[in-house]
């Protein structure tokens, strides 16, 4: 959740993050001690339409081969606060694919017309190998649309903002050629209902499939009421991880699988480790998810899980008191995870977009910077990222439960 809160002595603000954070893991750092971040701009055309508009729950692509290009897609505008100058209403482009050129410092749009509609809160992957990006599912809300954004609805005469907590789900698994920026909008009709803020990791190695194979688990679906809205939508169990491995194919097949072991509470709106992390002896690859939250009940939750395939089992591995969801979790050296951002107040859930702020005098938030490292293998947290870490081995905890290195 790309949104920052400030506090003065007389109020609180809230308002949207206008960059994306780099961090140097070319060398050890601690982030109490020596961290340094760079922040990347939207504005880096002189022509204020050759910039991206600032989007939240959108996805980040990193296109290995095309080494000098990040690409973004899809998004929400952020509706809790329009005083910011450089604040922009929802677009009315057709423009949700953009690219910056880190050498250059600049921006590109791409037309996509395989994308009918803005889509944001989907599951996002990547298969760096080849450059191709996956945003599955998601959903569309009056942060997406200068429609919705400036319709207006009444209640007995009176002007009524009921409508700013309702969302469309919306199906489908978008699939980007981010060399060629070609786009395929796959039918997901057997996965089932249209879910999002779950998980999706792509695996290379696991499957039969030449394409490797996706992997979905966690996030919410529509409820089932007359109106869908951000609170009102059923879980998803986590025990049935979904798979596809003919995403590439023209009739495209989902196959459930069912999970044993310490299986987590339903959540959405936690953050998954983008890569899988192998075995020593190729006898498990592993998939790390951190926090999440159930609007249901409003419970944050602070705790990891590792779901090992091919065994399908789940492992809890931490738990702890300072729930949060809408954070990233990144992978960073050889053995580690950089988590970053996040909520850790449930008042502060869907604000961005019904606009419903709450009093920030006592909201929760992050003490220091946002920032905590993880040890993979030893299943610890930590401020220090350690560049010359050695090699990941399945924790212990793990190999107690399913075997393996």
């Known amino acids: 959740m790309p949104i920052q809160l400030a506090t003065d002595a007389h109020a609180g603000t809230i308002q949207v993050s206008k960059y994306i954070y780099e961090l140097d893991v070319g060398k050890s750092w601690d982030v109490n001690t020596n961290f340094t971040e760079s922040r990347i701009g939207r504005y880096a055309g002189t022509d204020a339409n050759a910039n991206p508009p600032n989007m939240l729950r959108g996805a980040l692509y990193a296109a290995n081969r095309?080494?000098?290009?990040?690409?973004?897609?899809?998004?929400?505008?952020?509706?809790?606060?329009?005083?910011?100058?450089?604040?922009?209403?929802?677009?009315?482009?057709?423009?949700?694919l953009w690219s910056y050129d880190t050498e250059i410092r600049d921006w590109h749009s791409y037309n996509i017309s395989g994308v009918p509609w803005r889509p944001n809160w989907g599951a996002v992957a990547e298969d760096i190998v080849h450059d191709v990006g996956f945003f599955l599912n998601g959903q569309y809300d009056r942060g997406s649309s200068y429609g919705l954004y400036t319709s207006v609805e009444y209640e007995g005469g009176t002007v009524s903002n009921a409508s700013f907590a309702e969302i469309t789900y919306l199906g489908g698994l978008i699939?980007?050629?981010?060399?060629?920026?070609?786009?395929?909008?796959?039918?997901?009709d057997t996965l089932g209902a249209p879910r999002v803020?779950?998980?999706?990791?792509?695996?290379?190695?696991?499957?039969?499939?030449a394409n490797g194979t996706l992997l979905t688990f966690g996030g919410m679906r529509s409820g089932g009421q007359s109106t869908d809205t951000f609170t009102n939508g059923a879980l998803i169990d986590m025990s049935t991880v979904s798979l596809c491995d003919s995403f590439m194919d023209e009739n495209v097949t989902w196959y459930n699988q069912s999970t044993t072991g310490d299986i987590p509470d339903p959540r959405m709106d936690f953050c998954t480790l983008p890569f899988e992390k192998d075995a020593k002896d190729n006898s498990s690859i592993n998939i790390y998810i951190h926090g999440g939250y159930d609007p249901g009940t409003s419970t944050l939750f602070d705790d990891m899980y590792i779901l090992s395939v091919p065994s399908f089992t789940w492992t809890r591995v931490y738990s702890g008191r300072a729930g949060r969801f809408g954070h990233s979790c990144n992978a960073a050296g050889l053995r580690q995870m950089v988590v970053a951002g996040g909520a850790r107040d449930a008042s502060l859930y869907a604000v961005e977009t019904t606009g419903d702020v709450p009093d920030l005098n006592d909201t929760m938030c992050d003490d220091g910077l946002g920032v905590s490292l993880f040890d993979l293998s030893n299943l610890t947290w930590?401020?220090?990222?350690?560049?010359?870490?050695?090699?990941?081995q399945v924790p212990q905890k793990v190999v107690d439960v399913i075997g393996g290195s």
Do not use: M
């Not at 080494?67 to 329009?82: Q, V, Y």
């Not at 803020?197 to 499939?209: I, Q, R, W």
């Not at 930590?382 to 990941?392: E, V």
């Open 175 to 188: 699939v980007i050629d981010l060399h060629t920026q070609e786009t395929r909008n796959v039918s997901t």
């Open 197 to 209: 803020a779950g998980g999706l990791v792509y695996s290379p190695t696991f499957g039969k499939s």
């Open 66 to 96: 095309e080494t000098n290009r990040l690409f973004t897609f899809g998004g929400s505008s952020f509706l809790a606060n329009d005083s910011d100058p450089d604040w922009e209403p929802p677009s009315q482009d057709a423009t949700s």
């Open 382 to 392: 930590g401020t220090f990222f350690d560049h010359d870490a050695p090699a990941y």
